[in-house]
């Protein structure tokens, strides 16, 4: 028993070395993922009731060489740890706004539709954050009002005060706010009530199980009467069905994002599928 108890040790220590190279090769590709180009930016549709695009969610994604697909649900959590994140973060936001000013002059973007960009509460903590938003707004010659910044709860966890100051000012610009995976971070309703935000997008995992669990159809009903109270619109996330949109315009929340509506696509597909319809 003894021997196959150090055998079992041993081998946990060998996956546990297998699991800390694999991360620390991760790291290193990591390093040259932005000067390579293995990064792109994928657009998902964002509708309103009568399935109108109102804007799109700019996705990262990164191609490392031939194993393919690495998602932004691993590598982001190591970015945001090595604080390679700053950096990511600022080419997303760089590429977005290059993209939406090219749309913009090519007539394949509305002046009303918004594109919303991940920001990681590391990037938006820093000093350098409004200035570099002011900047590249200033660089690409995007309206402000085009770009929608979407923030986590855990973002406001930090030094609140100064988290708000940053907000009021990122508002000043005339860009949107939003709070991303509403309902699973730890922002009081204290918060909500004072800071200036424009949305609430209702966490996936809520809308997931909303047609075959009451708990998450009542916490989708208090999120959108919540959201109507303080006059803050509110964006349902991961729609996947015809019934799930249709329940979730029964409860009054007329803006959704989900595979029903679109995939996140590249620039020139996302332009093909979603654009021209809508334009025209
Ligand atoms: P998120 O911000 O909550 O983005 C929504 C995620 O749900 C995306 O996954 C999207 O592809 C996926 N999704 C959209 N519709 C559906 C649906 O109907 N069903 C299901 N099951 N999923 C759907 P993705 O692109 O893999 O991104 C995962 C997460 O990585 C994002 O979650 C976000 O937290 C982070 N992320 C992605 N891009 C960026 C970025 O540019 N910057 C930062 N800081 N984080 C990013
Ligand atoms: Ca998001
Ligand atoms: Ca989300
Ligand atoms: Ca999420």
Redesign the pocket.
């Given at each position: 028993a003894k021997a196959s108890g150090r055998n079992t040790f041993a081998l946990y220590q060998s996956e546990m070395q297998a699991v800390s190279d694999a991360r620390l090769e991760m790291e290193k590709a990591l390093h040259h993922a932005i000067e390579d180009k293995q990064f792109a930016?994928?657009y998902?549709p964002q509708n309103d009731a009568n399935g109108q695009v109102i804007g799109a969610?700019?996705?990262?994604?990164w191609k490392e060489g031939d194993k393919g697909f690495i998602?932004?649900?691993v590598f982001?959590p190591v970015a945001?740890e090595i604080g390679l994140?700053v950096e990511?973060?600022q080419w997303?936001l760089n590429e977005a706004l290059s993209q939406v000013a090219i749309w913009l002059k090519e007539g394949k973007w509305h002046a009303s539709w918004r594109m919303s960009?991940?920001?990681?509460p590391i990037?938006f903590q820093q000093a350098g954050f409004l200035p570099m938003l002011k900047a590249q707004l200033e660089q690409h010659d995007v309206p402000a009002g085009c770009i929608d910044l979407?923030i986590?709860e855990n973002t406001l966890l930090n030094d609140l005060s100064s988290c708000l100051e940053k907000m009021h000012a990122i508002k000043a610009l005339g860009v949107h706010l939003s709070i991303?995976?509403f309902g699973t971070g730890y922002s009081s309703l204290k918060y909500l009530k004072s800071l200036p935000i424009d949305r609430l997008?209702i966490?996936?995992s809520f809308v997931?199980d909303l047609l075959v669990d009451g708990s998450d159809e009542a916490i989708v009903r208090a999120i959108i009467a919540m959201s109507k109270a303080l006059n803050i619109s509110v964006l349902a996330?991961?729609?996947?069905t015809a019934a799930q949109y249709h329940r979730l315009w029964e409860m009054q929340c007329f803006h959704y994002?989900?595979?029903?509506f679109g995939?996140?696509l590249p620039a020139d597909k996302f332009v093909s599928t979603f654009v021209y319809d809508a334009l025209n």
């Open positions: 930016l994928y998902q969610e700019a996705l990262i994604r998602s932004p649900a982001i945001e994140i990511i973060g997303v960009i991940n920001v990681s990037q979407e986590t991303d995976d997008k966490d996936q997931r996330e991961g729609v996947e994002q989900g595979y029903y995939h996140p």
